[in-house]
């Protein structure tokens, strides 16, 4: 329960000692790292360093790990200031993801701590990762910003009706489709690319974690799985056609879309803004279950003496409810009482302030990341 004086710039602060110790790891916590710091004749701590940003720092110790930047500091000098306190790599990531600061943010899903000497990273981790790391990277990229395009307008044109598309493994009609000659060679370069980054990767933990690369293999598989199951069938049927297995094993090939959001900033930064609401959303999602519920019983119980009612359950009313929260107005179900348009209305507005709420924080975060960007 001793107390410390800790000088910083000319402005002297005073904490316990205990208050320090909850964080052992922090240079102030750890008596070693703070000890060449201590002066003896006024017996006190003293840092030439920022003074205001030391307020949030000494709030993140009494407050057990709230960190809170102050308006008057730059994000910049905070950052410098939170990496000569050694705060963690935690508490620094998750600062940077708050604010909006993209760049080398040490996330699993991102990037992977390397060793800057290590010939993996600049040979072929950079070049695989880094586009502007050379001028062969940047061509590597672009021939994969070219297959993912080409991938997916093939993926769209081969559902228009006008066009034939046998789907079975046979050399005779296979190499006559074209949809599937191009789809075997992207699959090729998007499966030597997924392995290259596989082999290269420093941390093979984070790289399966990694939701991109999830979505990278996602993007393979379909084709392996619809060859190995029509590998014993001889007949060739119409795509459109084919049994509901292999139907749904191919709409998992619209994932490789995703695989733009690596060369495209803007995807990126709507990527981390969904992350960062993550809270807000899942709260917004909660509110409009929750109303879901309480309009489609309310419509329900007000349309029960109609006769040409549509809502003749409450599971039934649960799609009118979202419809109509959301305000898509589909008209598909309405109400016909009168007790059941006036409890349309009231959906109608509890709707538009349901979906109001999180708006404002998720259009903040995604100005924090753009603002950062530009």
Known sequence: CGRVTINVSGQRFETQLRTLNRFPKTLLGDSEKRERYW???????FFDRHRPTFQAILYFYQSGGRLRRPVEVPEDVFLDELNFYQLGDDVINSFRQKEGILGDVVDDDCLYLLDDDSVQKKVVWLFCEEPDSSIYAKIFAIIS?????VSVTTFCLETIPSIPNPQCVNLRHNYANP????????VIWFTFEFLLRLISSPSKKAFARSIMNIFDLLAILPYFVVLAMQLNDDSCNDDRSAGESIVIVRILRVVRIFKLSKHSQGLRILGLTIKTSMHELGMFFFFLIVAMVIFSSAVYYAEAGEQNTQLNSIPEAFWWAVVTMTTVGYGDVTPVGV???????????????????PVPVVVANFNNFYRHEI
């Open 39 to 45: 002066d003896k004749v006024r017996g006190e701590y």
């Open 145 to 149: 910003i070219i297959c993912i395009v």
């Open 179 to 186: 949809f599937y000659v191009v789809e075997t060679i992207c």
């Open 339 to 357: 007790w059941g348009k006036l409890v349309g209305t009231f959906c109608v507005i509890a709707g538009v302030l349901t979906i109001a709420l």
